[in-house]
């Protein structure tokens, strides 16, 4: 029985079973048996494929899509705990009220990389792997690899960063005040709250430490700022940034004092100290001068704390990489986030070579975008394609770039649309994969344009079909 794509798609625990028949029965192992797969596997097996892709986001998916593009033969199952693909590139424009845009722009359909490129699909959550038995635990049962790869994205570390707040208090925060750096529902949880809003004062708070997309808080404060003005919503964008400069920093901060003077106020290095939901206050601390110097002529500085009272916070906590990482028992780099070691230049884990992984756990030096993702899983599929057809690959050793492997866009403006970018060529050593940023300005000698606001409308339709259609 080889199973109905149209069902894969729809897979739930009710249905699940049908994937392990599917995944035993498709792809390259055809020629084995299905007993023989099943009968090595404990009772709560769901099969067993030649290679196992977590996280159906941008690095997943690519990955899935460009390994069936290389080999329609290959046995290749998809694990993802949401039903729906969900971007965050240019969901900020969403929280602008951009013209066409609506939370439709940014939700696809499984079925249609599935059906074009016939893969399964899980819908569950993993929540175990054991690279000893070559198995990932899910939710509804285990599934044995050949080859996993991991693309599972990011979580948040409230934990980390607030330590005295109980779980019953972070799942207040998380409800109350949206980070929306996720694919899901935070999302339409922020946009419903800005659509409700009151005058008063929006709140942003930026993570500290590495985090997805350095630009999007500050993107998501313009496209804000643009939505309160057209709206006629008397009130500030408060950014609390702990660090002083940031992503295209000299960029933002000319759309900030040229299209938002009165509107979005900057505050740089300020550590969140507290939130009170019910009171809708948030407390922080930052550095001022004392106007004195110490022996070494530097000035002495001292901390002060603001409370200040919100209409909408979007609370964006430090990130880490996904649990799934921390699952997989791999070295990760040292501090907060636990980017994945890589081997050399290459998308195979320094850990075990049977195990992958490309998007933000990466710990390339690389920009943690989807363009980036997108570049980085086309580059493991030729890897494990040239892997199972017994031939060695790897990117060149000596030097050698890609100019622009990733092109980020920041939409700033509305009305007339006008965006800032980042490039960042990409090159590598034999020890790791780096990448240089390059911030460029338009002919009209400001950094945002028209031109690169139709650019990236462009960049999105272009990335999401490559994926979709
Ligand atoms: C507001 C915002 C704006 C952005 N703008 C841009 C932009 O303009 N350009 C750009 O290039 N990038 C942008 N990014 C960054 C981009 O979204 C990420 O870098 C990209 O999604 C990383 O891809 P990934 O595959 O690593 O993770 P994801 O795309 O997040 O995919 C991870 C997947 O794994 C799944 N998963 C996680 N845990 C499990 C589990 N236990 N079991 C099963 N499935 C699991 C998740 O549900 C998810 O679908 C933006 C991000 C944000 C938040």
């Known amino acids: 029985m080889n199973m109905n794509r149209r069902e894969a798609i729809k897979l739930g625990a009710a249905s699940v079973a049908a994937v392990a028949v599917s995944g035993s029965m498709s792809g390259c192992n055809n020629t084995e048996p299905t007993p023989a797969v099943i009968s090595n596997a404990t009772s709560n097996s769901r099969g067993k494929y030649t290679v196992v892709v977590i996280g159906g986001g941008f690095g997943g998916l690519t990955v ?40 439709g722009t940014f939700v696809f359909d499984y079925a249609q990389p599935v059906e074009k490129y016939g893969y399964d699909m899980l819908t569950s959550e993993v929540i175990a792997i054991d690279r000893t038995k070559k198995t990932v635990t899910t939710a509804v049962g285990i599934i044995s690899y050949e080859i996993l790869v991991l693309s599972p994205g990011i979580s948040y570390d409230y934990e980390n960063q607030f330590p005295t707040w109980s779980k019953r208090k972070i799942a207040e925060v998380q409800r109350t005040a949206p980070a929306a750096l996720i694919p899901g529902s935070e999302h339409v949880a ?19 430490g590495k985090f997805r997309c350095p630009p999007a808080p500050f993107e998501r404060a313009c496209m804000i700022a643009a939505y309160m003005k057209k709206e006629d919503i008397q009130g500030k964008v408060i950014i609390l940034n702990p660090k002083e400069k940031f992503a295209k920093y000299g ?50 500085m001292k901390d002060v704390s603001k409370t200040i009272s919100y209409e909408v916070l979007n609370l ?17 780099v040292p501090g907060g986030f636990h980017k994945v070691v890589m081997n050399g230049c290459s998308f195979q884990t320094a850990t075990d070579k049977d195990v992958y992984a490309v998007g933000d756990v990466v710990a390339h030096a690389i920009p943690p975008s989807g363009q980036t993702a997108v570049w980085a899983g086309k580059q493991c599929a030729d890897e494990i394609t040239a892997r199972l057809a017994g031939k060695s690959y790897s990117l060149p050793v000596k030097t050698k770039a890609v ?24 090159s590598w050593t034999g020890k790791t994969i780096k990448g240089k940023g390059h911030v460029p300005k338009a002919a009209s000698g400001k950094y945002r344009s028209t031109g ?16 979709f259609s």
């Open 403 to 426: 100019n622009a492997g990733n092109v980020c866009y920041s939409m700033v403006g509305d009305n007339p649309e006008e965006a800032i970018m980042v490039t960042h060529d990409f």
């Open 316 to 332: 964006m906590p430090n990130n880490k990489a996904n649990e799934v990482v921390e699952m997989a028992t791999l070295k990760t």
């Open 64 to 103: 899935a899509n460009n390994l069936k593009k290389k080999n329609k033969d290959l046995d290749l199952l998809v694990i993802e705990k949401r039903d729906t693909f969900m971007s965050c590139p240019v969901s900020n424009t969403n929280l602008g009220k951009l013209d066409g845009i609506n939370l």
């Open 251 to 300: 960029a933002f901060m000319e759309s900030f004092k040229e299209l938002y003077p009165d509107r979005i106020v900057y505050v740089p290095n300020a550590k969140v100290e507290d939130v009170d939901v019910s009171a809708k206050s948030i407390s922080y601390s930052y550095e001022v001068s004392t106007g004195k110097k110490d022996e070494d002529g530097d000035e002495i």
């Open 190 to 208: 922020l946009d419903r709250m800005l659509s409700n809003m009151d005058d008063g004062d929006v709140v942003i708070t930026v993570p500290n």
């Open 452 to 467: 690169t606001g139709k650019a990236l409308r462009d960049w999105y339709s272009g990335i999401t079909a490559d994926l």
